[in-house]
C-alpha cells in the first residue's frame, strides 16, 4: 500500500514536470481547471530550468511555490480525519493541517528523484457536478519504457479559483491512503495531541 501511495504523490508532480497533452480531444483545453495544470507546467518548468542541479532544499522551495498554493489542504484535512474532524478542537485542527501539510511537501519533494519523463495526456471532456464549483478531471501517465496507468484530479472551487484536493491513481486515492494512516495513529495514539506529535516527527524526520 506505501508504495502505491508514494506513487499518488509522484504522480502529482507529473503535473508540474510533465508535458500536458490533449490527444484528439481538445474540447476541454479552456476549462478553467485545466488551465490551472497547464500554467503549473509553465510557471514550474521556468522556475525549475534556472537551476543546473537543485538541490533537495531548492526542490522543496519549488513545489512551496507552485504546487502548494494550489492544494486546498482544509479541505484535504477534513476528508482525511472524516467525522473525527468534528470531536477536535480548532487549535488541534490547525496543528493538524500544519502537520499534514509539512507531510505532503516531504513527500512530494522526494518524489522528484523517482521523475523519469513520463507525460500526461489529459482526457476531455471533464466531468463538473450539478453546481459546477468541483470536477473531475481524467488523465492517463505514459513512458516509453513504463506501465502506462490512469490518473484522475478533484478540483473545488473557490471563489473564482480552482484547488486541488484529492488525487486517484489506479483506484488509490491520496485522501483515503492518509486516512488510514491517520487511523492507524488514532488507534495507537488515544490522545489527539499526541497523534500531532508524531506526525510532526515523522515531518521532521523526513525533512
Request: one cysteine or more; charged letters at 25%.
Amino acid at each position: 500500500m506505501y508504495k502505491k501511495f508514494l506513487k499518488v504523490f509522484i504522480a502529482f508532480l507529473f503535473i508540474s514536470l510533465s508535458t500536458i497533452g490533449f490527444g484528439q480531444n481538445t474540447s476541454c483545453y479552456n476549462e478553467a481547471p485545466v488551465k490551472l495544470l497547464d500554467s503549473t507546467v509553465e510557471s514550474f518548468l521556468t522556475k525549475l530550468g534556472t537551476y543546473k542541479k537543485p538541490s533537495l532544499s531548492q526542490i522543496r522551495a519549488l513545489v512551496n511555490q507552485n504546487i502548494v498554493p494550489h492544494t486546498n489542504f482544509n479541505v484535504t484535512a477534513r476528508l482525511v480525519l472524516g467525522q473525527k474532524w468534528r470531536s477536535i478542537n480548532a487549535t488541534q485542527k490547525k496543528e493538524f493541517i500544519v502537520a499534514l501539510k509539512k507531510m505532503v511537501l516531504n513527500t512530494y519533494s522526494s518524489a522528484f528523484v523517482s521523475y523519469d519523463g513520463e507525460e500526461i495526456d489529459i482526457k476531455c471532456p471533464i466531468s463538473y457536478n450539478t453546481k459546477k464549483n468541483r470536477v473531475e478531471i481524467n488523465s492517463k501517465v505514459t513512458h516509453p519504457q513504463k506501465r502506462s496507468f490512469y490518473l484522475k484530479y478533484r478540483l473545488f472551487k473557490k471563489g473564482d479559483k480552482w484547488f486541488v484536493y484529492d488525487i486517484i491513481i489506479d483506484n488509490v486515492s491520496i485522501v483515503n491512503s492518509y486516512r488510514q494512516t491517520v487511523k492507524r495513529l488514532i488507534e495507537q495514539n488515544k490522545d489527539f495531541n499526541q497523534v500531532l506529535k508524531v506526525m510532526e516527527k515523522k515531518a521532521k524526520i523526513n525533512s
